[in-house]
């Protein structure tokens, strides 16, 4: 902004050239105003001294644009050269044609040395292709209007050869003889890249501390399995080999679970298809289900871990209660299992063509260990459950169905 020291000089430059200029000039005659009448040469004096007036008014005006002037250019170098970004436009060919200052101390050099040199100089060896790529093929040169800007990551050099991660956002557009230029945004962004780092090897020790926790709980839920096998295999009388069974279904299901995520590279969330189907396969194979179809339709959701482990136990109580009571004395059946998604997350159904259940049966005042088992999970996965004798055929007179509604949560694999 102008000073009054600053004001001063510049009108005794502008007396100096004024001066000099009339020095230049012939001095106008005076012969013709002894001529003139008082009130002629009145009036000469009168329009002198108008356009002396006019001459301090415009004078007056001027200092005020320069004054406009100087906050317009402070404004601008607040704005443009001192941004936290770095700002440069290059030439089609990618010669640096302008740059700020933030611009020119990222890359360390003069913001004078910047100009006419080209961009790529700047660029890490290794990212020059990628630079190329997005310069062209992202941003092809255009004769009209502003293209879209668009981002790309790339690593660049410091004159001390330092290298630091850039993220540069550019879009195409013409200069006033309507030649292509292109207008970069450059950012340093080493910090957050550093961050990302960090957090991927965090999270990569996360999962690889899962797989092995996973792992040895796979293992353990075995070794348990085994020793159930070993102690029905030893136990007397059928009521405790029965619950020894029951017992050992449960186990192999969340043992399912386990293997199926390990197996997998899951850590947090399991497809519900694949588990079931594990679920059933398991916990059929300790019984006589030889006499038993499995008809299986399942939609592909994905749920966490803590939603899967529940629903593969209330999935396992339900073949053992159908295995148990549904097909007495080698009858053959049919079970059914679907899982499907609703409106408002997803449906499991199970039913079966079996005996069904007894008259008056009522599933609140039931006191077996199974059913209420099913009611605690259910109600810790926040769903609704429904048991009904199902209508029967000429050649089944009846059978049961049992279905849960559950909520389902965002999950990034779906």
């Known amino acids: 902004m102008n000073t009054p020291s600053h004001e001063l000089s ?17 001095i106008p005659s005076l012969d013709h105003l002894e001529a003139q009448s008082p009130a002629a040469t009145h009036q000469i004096l009168h329009e002198l001294h108008v356009h002396q007036i006019e001459l301090e008014i415009q004078n007056e005006e001027l200092r005020r644009a320069q004054v406009k002037l100087d906050v317009a250019r402070s404004r601008y170098f607040d704005l443009y050269d001192l941004a936290p970004v770095g700002y440069v436009t290059t030439s089609d060919h990618g010669l640096v044609l302008e740059a700020n200052l ?3 101390t990222l890359l360390g050099v003069p913001r004078n040395g910047l100009i006419q040199q080209p961009l790529s100089r700047f660029i890490f060896k290794e990212d020059q ?19 879209p800007s668009r981002a790309c990551e790339l690593r660049m050099t410091h004159r001390d050869g330092t290298v630091f991660w850039a993220r540069l956002e550019a879009t195409t557009a013409t200069d006033s003889e309507g030649a292509p230029i292109r207008r970069l945004v450059l950012s340093d962004i080493t910090e957050l890249k550093r961050n990302e780092a960090a957090l991927q090897k965090a999270v990569q020790e996360k999962q690889e501390l899962n797989q092995e926790l996973q792992h040895r709980a796979k293992n353990s839920f075995a070794l348990i399995v085994s020793l159930i096998e070993l102690m029905a295999s030893v136990a007397q009388g059928d009521e405790t080999q029965a619950t020894l069974a029951e017992i050992g279904a449960r186990v192999r299901a969340m043992s399912a679970l386990y293997h199926l995520l ?3 590279d899951a850590s947090i969330e399991t497809r519900l298809d694949r588990y079931f189907t594990q679920v059933i396969a398991t916990t059929a ?56 998604r609703t409106a408002t997350g997803a449906r499991l159904q199970f039913a079966d063509d079996g005996v069904g259940l ?9 006191q077996t260990l199974g059913l209420r088992l099913v009611q605690i999970l259910v109600k810790q996965i926040a769903g609704r459950f429904s048991l009904e004798r199902t209508s029967g055929t000429r050649e089944r007179a009846t059978g049961t169905r049992y279905a849960i509604q559950f909520l389902l949560a965002e999950s990034p694999s779906q």
């Open 285 to 340: 194979a300790a019984y006589p289900t030889g006499n038993l179809q499995f008809q299986q339709t399942y939609d592909a959701i994905t749920v966490p871990v803590k939603i899967a482990a529940p629903l593969g136990m209330i999935l396992t109580e339900w073949l053992t209660n159908a295995f148990k009571h549904a097909f007495p004395n080698g009858r053959s059946g049919t079970i059914t299992v679907s899982l499907s």
């Open 102 to 104: 933030t611009a020119a």
């Open 129 to 147: 292709d990628l630079y190329y790529h997005y310069q062209y093929h992202h941003h092809p040169p255009k004769t009209a209007e502003i293209s």
């Open 358 to 366: 007894p008259a008056g049966f009522d599933v609140t005042a039931t």
């Open 262 to 264: 390990q197996t997998t």
């Open 10 to 26: 510049s009108a005794v430059e502008l007396r100096q050239r004024a001066e000099e200029r009339a020095r230049k000039t012939a």
